[in-house]
């Protein structure tokens, strides 16, 4: 073979080996695009199992958020070692109380494709917002989590809620004779009337009987009115109007409002359902059977002189609403949907005032705070039960709504703290204050009999309330034999120092050096306080600055958007052409303009940014240095 040939033979192999290589990585990539094609249909076909295993659920929507939110609740499970279920009776002595209900996810959402977005862990409350990447198609949840007295969930019963909320209010009424509310608040379509009805079927039963019990020269008057539009209404006589006067003495009176006698309970339900059937509803963009009007039914407690002995209100609230809610509405309904805001958020700072314990209540805010004026005496009681949606589109409402319940909160576990006696005993009183509030068997009975439900839920719930009273009964003698057993350890260890002292000559100055001792535990008593109200006082401006930083990034986004639109029709007008000196000055000038504003805007929200972080790192450090004082 010449070397032609040979040149040749070896040209054709490298070509022949090239083509082979080239041909396997084509095949290679065949294979691969195969596989992910095999991939893609079974995370298809899994994702419409997994659809149309939450349809049979009842829990549709979008898949993969779903899946983000029941990974988050085995998750959140595992870390507090399984879903505990809401305590049945109250454990708090504070003269307010928040709790929160979520109500099961209606036909509506589900016909809207709306997934459940809200968790109940304990007395902790999550809601996970649905969010989208920059990329558009990458989903995640972001969680926002509230503190508060008691949570319920959807399998939760009003009966669980009453026993937690409004039993304490009774006791209070019946026994010292104070007064006592409690408030329904939440979005249109929550639940609030729902709740209210419970309460209200509940409490026709227990407060009777609670009254049996302790005395028999008491008689019950009901007055059933609603505040609509700012007028008052007087439900139980043909929606008479009255007036809101306050006289010398600082009382507020609603002249022509007329109390009707309830001897039994069943009339005081009949008395109840004719004031709910008559309370304004209007329909609206959110809900076809919105109420419009705050409803307020005052029960009275007198003798037979006529002499008040105790008050309880039961309020339900009007929905909360947004601005973007009310675009459709004509004027009659944005100017309701303004007073309904107004007075809520007079309430709002009215109950934080009575959480605080402040001098000064402004319950001249609004006509529904002045009417519940005697609501926020010192010696009163108030519970507010703040309901949600599930819906993930009603996220941003409940954000609000739970918003609105943790800035009357405002974080009071931050202003407990350990009372310390001469001897340095901590802790006692605390114990003490949250020991639970435990009903009689009779009185549960009496509460489950109230409600209508199925023999076999009746049982199932009849036994699970006796059965946590008897757990309850056991964990407080338990608690009883601990505080008798460390009294006697005392007094045996003071015996024995008694006997020491007896034996021992002791020096004046070593008296002295016990006495100074007991004073210095004192001013550390003392410091421990102020650093605590230091501390609340941070934490209420920090609220103040989170809200003016959240309103001055708003105003800011809608200024822009003024602007942008502005801006463009401006560069159209240039882009056009044939433009003369002068108007291409005048370009120049509004364009500075548009920089000036936005210079402006820009160093608005910057300053009240610092401002924000400043105050929240100091409410931290604060709350580090009244941790180390406290322990």
Known sequence: ??????????????????????????????????????????????????????????????????????????????????????????????????????????????????????????????????????????????????????????????????????????????????????????????????????????????????????????????????????????????????????????????TGLREVPAPTPEAFLQVIEEGHSLRTTQKTEANDASSRSHAICQVFLRDYGGNLRGKLGLVDLAGSERGSDTKQHNSQRRTESADINTSLLALKECIRALGQKSAHVPYRGSKLTLILKDCFSPDSKTTMVATVSPGASAADHSLNTLRYADRIKEQRASSQFFLVSSNGQRGKAAKASNREIMPSKERLMRIAAATEQA??????????????????????NDYAFTEQVDEEEADDEEGDYEEESEDLDYEDSEGQDYEEAVESQYDHSQEAQEGEEELRRTVQAVFELEE????????????????????????????????????????????????????????????????????????????????????
């Open 548 to 631: 003016a930083l959240l309103n001055q990034h708003m105003s800011n986004i809608q200024a822009n958007a003024e602007m942008l639109t502005q801006e463009g029709k401006l560069l159209q007008s240039v882009q056009a052409g044939g433009l003369s000196e002068d108007e291409m000055h005048n370009y120049a000038i509004q364009l500075a303009e548009f920089l000036d504003k936005k210079e402006s805007l820009i160093y608005k929200l910057q300053s009240k940014l610092d401002e924000f972080q400043e105050q929240l790192a100091r409410e931290q450090e604060l709350a580090r240095q009244v941790q180390l004082t406290q322990y």
């Open 1 to 254: 073979m010449n070397a032609a040939n040979r040149r040749k033979s070896t040209s054709t192999v490298g070509i022949t080996g090239r083509k082979d290589a080239t041909r396997m990585k084509i095949e290679q990539m065949e294979k691969e695009r195969r596989e992910r094609r095999k991939t893609m249909m079974q995370r298809k076909e899994a994702r419409k199992q997994e659809h149309l295993k939450n349809i049979e659920a009842g829990n549709p929507g979008d898949v993969d958020f779903i899946g983000l939110v029941e990974e988050w609740r085995r998750e959140q499970e595992k870390k507090i070692g399984g879903k505990a279920p809401p305590s049945l009776f109250a454990s708090t002595n504070s003269n307010i109380c928040i709790a929160v209900r979520k109500r099961p996810i209606s036909d509506k959402e589900r016909q809207k494709l709306d997934h459940d977005s809200v968790s109940c862990f304990q007395n902790k409350v999550w809601i996970h917002s649905a969010k989208l990447k920059v990329d558009g198609i990458t989903k995640y949840l972001t969680h926002n989590s509230f503190q508060l007295d008691h949570t319920f969930g959807e399998d939760s019963t009003t009966e669980q809620i009453y026993l937690a909320t409004t039993l304490p209010l009774v006791d209070h009424v019946v026994s010292t004779q104070g007064r006592a509310t409690v408030f329904c608040y939440g979005q249109t379509g929550s639940g609030k009337t729902y709740t209210m009805n419970g309460i209200q079927q509940i409490l026709a039963y227990d407060l009777y009987g609670q009254l049996a019990e302790h005395t028999d020269d008491l008689e019950i008057t009901v007055a059933f009115f609603e505040l609509y539009s700012g007028n008052v209404l007087d439900l139980l006589h043909g929606c008479q109007r009255c007036k809101l006067l306050e006289d010398g003495n600082g009382e507020v009176n609603i």
């Open 455 to 476: 023999d076999d839920q009746h049982s199932a719930f009849v036994q699970k309330m006796l059965a946590e009273h008897d757990q309850v009964q056991a964990d407080a």
